[in-house]
């Protein structure tokens, strides 16, 4: 059995969610003269690849140690819904049961395609990354509770749309942008499509039925498109934990695993070492199986 990462790399120079702290790190101590480097490090739960935990959003909920493996570790299916939607764009069950078989209990991770904006792409572009994504409808989440769904993956800022969001308020020209295509494509203006019913659905409406997510998925999630694999998640065991930095997985036997290597070794790489996806774009065209 071996591994494919999933996780983005993290350092002072990944972004958190909007306002969020970012990562902060300084030496306490070096070497000389104390015999051992040492730092300290500040940030938000929030920055780099993360899972939300239900006390995010849901005061009862499970911390983040109370999550256990058989709900952390489990078959899933990654999705790629790149060729499906664009800027502001609303993704529906449907688009993602037309790629792949999801069952009962999966874990469900989405590729938008929006990680080649993420800060460690060579295509990165933060404002598309954070705010400019797509994001689902309160049909997803329907879906998702009928599913099952054991927890959700994005490779995006968050799991909810980003103009169903505070965001919409921070970034006026960007909501005025999202706005003029919401009456384009969908026929309803934006504040109507994402009224305050509907407030960061994804988060309100889930987490308190145990449907957590992760966002800001990366890594090498360009060689699994539309493929099922067994996924892991692994944050911290963090008591009182509304949520974590984690290190997202995906676990493929060894014969697969030298076939994808093979793949990524014929591919554009990024700086840190994992495929540049938007540099190549054979991965996408329909998925690998």
């Given amino acids: 059995m071996k591994v494919i990462d999933l996780t983005i790399p993290l350092g002072i120079a990944t972004p958190p ?25 500040t940030h938000s739960n929030h920055v780099g690849t993360h899972l939300d935990g239900e ?17 952390l570790v489990h078959e899933g299916v990654i999705v790629d819904l790149s060729d499906a939607v ?9 688009m993602i049961e037309k790629r792949v078989d999801v069952k009962e209990g999966d874990i469900l991770i989405i590729h938008t395609g929006y990680h080649h904006y993420g800060w460690d ?24 509770v009928k599913k099952k769904i054991r927890w959700i ?26 706005d003029a295509h919401f009456r384009a494509k969908y026929g309803v203006p934006l504040a109507e499509r994402f ?28 060689l699994l498109l539309n493929q099922r694999v067994t996924i892991g998640c692994f944050p911290w065991r963090f008591v009182d934990g509304e949520s974590s930095i984690a290190r997202i997985v ?9 076939e994808l290597m093979n793949v990524k070794s014929k591919c554009v790489l990024t700086k840190f070492g994992d495929i540049a ?12 199986t």
């Avoid at 490779?155 to 103009?163: E, I, L, R, V």
């Avoid at 995906?250 to 030298?258: L, N, P, S």
């Avoid at 996806?277 to 690998?288: I, T």
């Fill in 277 to 288: 996806g938007a540099k190549n774009p054979q991965l996408h065209a329909a998925g690998r």
């Fill in 121 to 144: 792409q060579p295509t990165a572009d933060e404002i598309r990354y954070m705010i400019k994504h797509p994001g689902p409808d309160r049909e997803f989440a329907q879906w998702c």
């Fill in 55 to 71: 006390i995010h959003f849901y005061t009862p909920g499970k911390d983040i140690a109370a999550l256990d493996f058989d709900f």
């Fill in 195 to 222: 009224d305050d019913s509907k407030y960061q659905l994804m988060h309100i409406e889930l987490f308190d039925k145990g449907i957590i997510h992760a966002e800001c998925v990366g890594g090498d999630i360009d």
């Fill in 17 to 41: 969610w909007p306002t969020y702290e970012p990562l902060q790190v300084k030496y306490f101590k070096r070497l000389a003269p104390n015999g051992a480097n040492g730092q300290l490090v």
């Fill in 153 to 178: 993956g994005v490779d995006c800022g968050s799991a909810d749309h980003p103009m169903n969001t505070i965001i919409r308020d921070w970034m006026p020209r960007q909501a005025k942008e999202a």
């Fill in 86 to 94: 664009g800027d502001y764009d609303i993704y529906t069950s449907e």
């Fill in 250 to 258: 995906a676990f493929v036997d060894d014969d697969r695993y030298d």
